[in-house]
């Protein structure tokens, strides 16, 4: 399900722009924390990333996260992918951009796997099995998702994002990882619709290696 925002470029644009005026650069319904330099500073050490490791982000929104590892770690090296043109030109990271929808991205020729992708809060606008499919073709390493699953209906309908169930990962070798609490992101504590069913999906990580 393709949330009807991203049909418009204008409109994408426009609420990008909005978060970023807040301050807000990690577009993530839950998190590890209420600061989110601290919660990325979370995941970034659960995944440990190897010196100078290759991460792919697919569907990297503005990559705020990635923009808080490469602080922490500037060895680092990204390639972060986006369909939406207005994203990727407010990327806060750096590194390789890409104009690509997650279904699409191949590998170019000749280039090494990544030895990390990240998928976060992407996979309920996509063809699940299709995305991850791409993910571990493009990897030697590490696969990261980080998102909700097991949603009602009422989230999906509400929230317009069509969260991945738990069995599909699980039935692909994926590891959930124990995560002692997560805190709602401020931009869902502002949103009374979205509070309503906020609690009616799981957060989880889930971790796959090759």
């Not at 998102?147 to 994926?174: H, K």
């Not at 124990?178 to 009374?192: G, K, Q, T």
């Amino acid at each position: 399900m393709t949330h009807p925002l991203y049909d418009d470029e204008v409109e994408v644009e426009q609420a990008t722009r909005e978060h970023l005026d807040q301050g807000r650069t990690v577009f993530q319904l839950w998190q590890l924390d209420t600061d989110e330099r601290l919660h990325s500073h979370a995941v970034l050490d659960l995944l440990a990333p190897p010196h100078k490791a290759r991460i792919l982000s697919l569907g990297c929104g503005v990559a705020g996260m990635e923009a808080y590892w490469q602080d922490e770690r500037p060895d680092l090296r990204f390639t972060l992918v986006n369909r939406s043109p207005s994203q990727l030109e407010l990327v806060q990271a750096g590194g390789l951009r890409v104009l690509c929808d997650a279904h699409d991205y191949v590998l170019p020729d000749a280039a090494k796997p990544f030895d990390i992708t990240v998928l976060a809060y992407v996979l309920g606008h996509c063809n699940v099995p299709k995305v991850l499919d791409r993910a571990m073709a493009a990897t030697n390493g590490t696969i990261l998702v980080l998102d909700v699953f097991d949603a009602s209906t009422a989230f999906v309908r509400t929230l317009q994002y069509d969260a991945p169930d738990s069995a599909v990962l699980e039935n692909l070798g994926f590891k959930r990882i124990y995560v002692p609490s997560w805190h709602m992101a401020p931009f869902i504590r502002d949103d009374a619709r979205a509070l309503g069913v906020i609690e009616q999906a799981a957060p989880a990580i889930w971790v796959h290696h090759a």
